[in-house]
């Protein structure tokens, strides 16, 4: 079992949509929780960091259930701008970043 | 702001020559890592250093080599480069500590091997 799992879409939505993606990873004794946003051909860059009590930024909503092993994201009132690739990173202490698959959103007008 | 500088960033070999892969970070992190990213397979941990005299193997170390030349910098080695190699290639560093602080990811290499 892949230690994160992705849902790869893509997800094709039209602008002013609501999506939520999901991502569950195995290891339990998972500390840290991002979303990182990928364009096409670029390199990964921070989208938000997720925290046990959930945290917003702007339209974006992230939340962690550390009982289920599951982090979502939630995108509000979409923009042509949010089209790229959403990666589910997951952080053990003592070992590095691990990243999952990604999901493709594509956001049409 | 430089960040995280890689080179080269595209790169042809022939199959069986060698290379390597150069990273830089000026933000006096103390981690640093390698991935590769192929399509369909995301990213995959090569190696990576907790800090400076410090490397480990990740998720696909099988044909590569690390250097961690000093805190600054942490170089990826092919020896001898297979067609499965062709790939773009991340390097990335992080704060003091491991956990709840961001990477910042260089613009990739890009290579090809045939």
């Known amino acids: 079992r892949k230690e994160v799992e992705q849902d790869p879409g893509p997800f094709n939505v039209p602008e002013g949509a609501t999506v939520a993606f999901n991502c569950t990873y195995s290891?339990?004794?998972?500390?840290?929780f991002f979303w990182y946003r990928q364009d096409c051909r670029k390199e990964p860059k921070l989208l938000m960091s997720?925290?046990?009590s959930g945290n917003e930024d702007g339209r974006f909503t992230a939340q962690l259930n550390r009982a289920s092993q599951y982090i979502s994201l939630l995108i509000r009132d979409s923009k042509l701008s949010d089209s790229a690739t959403y990666l589910c990173?997951?952080?053990?202490?003592?070992?590095?970043?691990?990243f999952g698959k990604g999901t493709t959103l594509s956001v049409s007008s | 702001n430089a960040g995280v500088t890689q080179t080269p960033k595209f790169q042809v070999l022939k199959t069986g020559q060698s290379m390597t892969l150069q990273c830089a970070q000026d933000m006096n992190h103390n981690s640093m890592y390698w991935y590769r990213q192929d399509p369909g397979m995301g990213l995959r941990l090569i190696y990576y250093s907790a800090s400076e005299g410090t490397t480990d193997k990740g998720e696909v170390p099988n044909g590569y080599n690390v250097s961690r030349l000093n805190k600054r910098e942490f170089s990826l080695r092919l020896e001898s480069a297979a067609p499965s190699q062709t790939s773009v290639y991340f390097c990335?560093?992080?704060?003091?500590?491991?956990?709840?602080?961001?990477?910042?990811f260089g613009q990739g290499t890009r290579l090809t091997v045939v």
């Open positions: 990173v997951v952080n053990q202490a003592g070992t590095a970043l691990i």
């Open positions: 990335a560093s992080s704060g003091d500590r491991f956990v709840d602080t961001e990477a910042f």
């Open positions: 997720v925290y046990s």
């Open positions: 290891n339990s004794a998972s500390q840290s």
